[in-house]
């Protein structure tokens, strides 16, 4: 067999070649390629390197080091210090060639890497300017509205510039059979984002027609929020606006009148697809989908306070408190609720106290606050307003439940829910009932009768209806107040999308509404544990108000600062509250899933 292959070759393939053949690249790349020749024991291979020096003394250094061809270094200099890749190259060529004919062993490849590259290695690490790095870091990790710096994000993982599409008509797009949301994996193909880009010359002709679309998103309670594909780029759009386009994150629709896909050719660019020629369909079916869609896809109605209780449970565990851990083990155990997997950050926690100088312990503390306060939002006047117009619904007929004794103990809970509310005592929910795949007796699923019950977001509102309650547990002289705030905000405000907050207030909007419903105020102060001295705040804030509180207290700009008002230097302690509130969220509304006896 012969294998032709691109640099891939280099990421580690588990294949072994009896001889491989190269064209001459700098020694690192190299020697990683011969890894693929005698790669398994007791194995003998060899490695050709080719050069691409001409009879003049030109090299070619593509596509390694770019540019145009150049003289060669010569062997009498190459023991000179080797200061870019064009260097490397050429001292490559001439390392390579005193090395021809004999075995290479391992110690003689790191003496091969150590005299082309430890000069040109050492130079970079010297050059490193970390205020610099922090400054491109942070402008690829905090998205902009028109997600134009997406594309910054993989600098900081691996350079891989490519761009997953699938092919799809308007019709298709839309059609449920046809499986395309993206929590149904499309079919798709890798295109280079260049080439993809680079297609806008070729659809000019077919200007006026939408060329691709992309997912769109919004802020949603349950589920991925995804609500159908918007167009991102037309036929006739000049190349910049399609090589932004591409930087939308997610699978991409391209139109099929201007890429076809066969199985003999595969995807061509350009090429206007045919009747009967290949489509993307769902990866997934609606029944996998819908299996692991749980607990987004089904809910059971639960108070608030128990709700809260349960987070905060998990929030205890995932801190490292053995009695929580075991507790829920247990209870997991007991609802058939399978194997309790939850990620101990003890370590972690215990760091963060030391990198920032705080009391043992506080880091721990800030995230069982934020457990406790993240859902403040859904205790706001319009969120149980409608919720509650939905579980009224929902408990006026058994119909409206799953067959069975499961579906009978979830009807009777949910009437007993409803009489208790209509007898005047009070009743705050945190969820809802809801079977996204049950079929209501009028043939309607439940999920598209839900969207008709819309409910206004919470997590930006509870960070605003919250901020009484921190103030008042970190408002202390030994510690950074302002700082620990700022981060217990953020976990409060991003626990459902790391993107809440960051947009700008539009003021021909209306402000969210932070009126909280009669008893509010006792169920955070149980939450949380505090006096009665903490009062919420009654009044609705105004557009000024309301944007200062985002810019001051939830968004983090990573611009260098000061000593402790460096918000970059705060970032790891609020991103481990997101992540301690987030994880502690779901296994909690998992748990609560099996219908239980609320008499007991």
Known sequence: MILVATQVVEAGLDL?????????????????????????????????????LDATGTRSYEPYAGGEP???????????????????????????????????????????????????DLGAIESFDSREWRRQAAKAITPTPDHSNYALAADLIRDIDSVSVFLADEERLNHPEARLAPRYRPAAVSVP??????????????????????PRYTAAERGDGFCGYEVIAEAGGDYKTWLLATYRSGL????????????????ELGVMSQPGDWQSTGL???????????????????????????????????????GARDYLMHERSSRGGGTFELTDHRVGLMRLDTRYELPPGTAASLALLSAALHDAGKLAVPWQEAVWRWQALKASSRAHYPDGPNGTCLYQAARHLLEEKDAGQRVLLAHTDYDGGWRWPDGRQESDIEREFARPNHALEGAWIALPFIAERLDRSDLPSEQLAKAVLAAISQHHSPGSGLGAVVRSRPVPVTTTVPGADEALRAAVGVGTQVRLEDEQPSHWAWESFLIVNVRFDLRPGAGSHDDWDWWPLAMVLVRVVRLADQQATGLAGPCQNRED
């Open 16 to 52: 072994s070649a009896t001889c491989l053949h190269t064209e001459l690249a700098p020694a690192n790349a190299l020697v990683q390629r011969a890894g693929r020749c005698a790669r398994f024991e007791g194995e003998d291979g060899t490695v050709i390197v080719y050069d691409s």
């Open 193 to 214: 984002r260049k080439s993809l880009a680079g297609l806008s010359k070729s659809a000019a002709k077919h200007a006026g027609i939408w060329a691709m679309q992309a």
């Open 252 to 267: 991409l629709a391209l139109n099929p009148v201007l890429a076809r896909y066969t199985r003999e050719l595969g995807l």
């Open 70 to 120: 150049g003289k060669a270094l010569s062997e009498e200099n190459a023991g000179s210090p080797v200061s870019s890749l064009r260097r490397a190259m050429d001292t490559t060529a001439v390392e390579v060639a005193r090395l021809s004919g004999d075995v290479v062993s391992f110690p003689a490849e790191l003496g091969l890497i150590d005299r082309v590259h430890t000069n040109l």
């Open 284 to 322: 997934l079916s609606f029944d996998s989908v819908g299996q692991t869609g749980s607990p987004d896809h089904r809910y059971q109605a639960e108070r608030f306070e128990e709700h809260t209780n349960l987070v905060r449970l998990h929030a205890t565990a995932l801190c490292g408190r053995e």
